[in-house]
């Protein structure tokens, strides 16, 4: 049985909304400023809303939303052609908050240590670590062969794992003062 357009268009949208929170972070893991990243996203909204005639019924909306969010950042990097310089970190600071625990801290060096990532890299890492596309999914958003992606995000963890100085398991979680205290005062009870 052939669906309706009513019924096609009720699925594309919803699919579409479904997709939002995805695309939201995966822009603002692009642009880094969280309101640049909602405009992008909008912008990649009614770009496809506008092109949804050529998306193929039954594929991944996911990636086909992704692909147009990154051509769509790239294009806008082009045209602006200038980026804000912060090299005494005025703006860096203005964004910073002091931490309430460790975990903020811990997720702070991280975000660093991501940022400090070739753009190749942070790109394949972000895609297929916190978006959760497949290696080949990834390669078609970046418009590049599979082996490609997997040996950018092989780089990145590798880079990742140096510059976090993380040698193994061991060096997750809390560390061994606060596992001292914790052990001890559950120890007692």
């Given at each position: ?13 919803r699919?579409?909304l ?10 603002v ?22 092109k ?49 625990q460790?975990g ?11 940022e ?9 890492i ?5 978006s959760g596309?497949a ?10 062969a ?19 100085k ?14 001292a ?9």
């Amino acid at each position: 049985m052939v669906a309706s357009p009513e019924t096609i268009e009720r699925d594309f949208k919803r699919a579409m909304l479904g997709c939002l929170p995805s695309l939201r972070a995966f822009a603002v893991s692009l642009c880094k400023r969280h309101d640049y990243a909602d405009d992008l996203v909008q912008d990649t909204i009614m770009k496809a809303w506008a092109k949804k005639e050529s998306f193929e019924h039954g594929t991944n909306m996911k990636a086909w939303l992704f692909t147009i969010l990154r051509n769509e950042f790239y294009s806008q990097a082009r045209k602006s052609g200038r980026e804000i310089q912060d090299s005494d970190g005025y703006f860096t600071e203005q964004l910073a908050n002091n931490p309430g625990q460790h975990g903020v801290l811990d997720l702070g060096d991280f975000k660093a240590a991501l940022e400090k990532l070739p753009d190749d890299q942070r790109e394949a890492i972000i895609l297929v670590g916190a978006s959760g596309f497949a290696y080949e999914e990834a390669a078609v958003i970046c418009g590049c062969a599979v082996g490609t992606i997997k040996s950018r995000v092989n780089r990145a963890r590798t880079r990742l794992a140096e510059m976090l100085k993380i040698s193994g398991e061991a060096d997750f979680g809390p560390d061994s003062h606060s596992l001292a205290v914790t052990s001890r005062t559950f120890a007692r009870t």
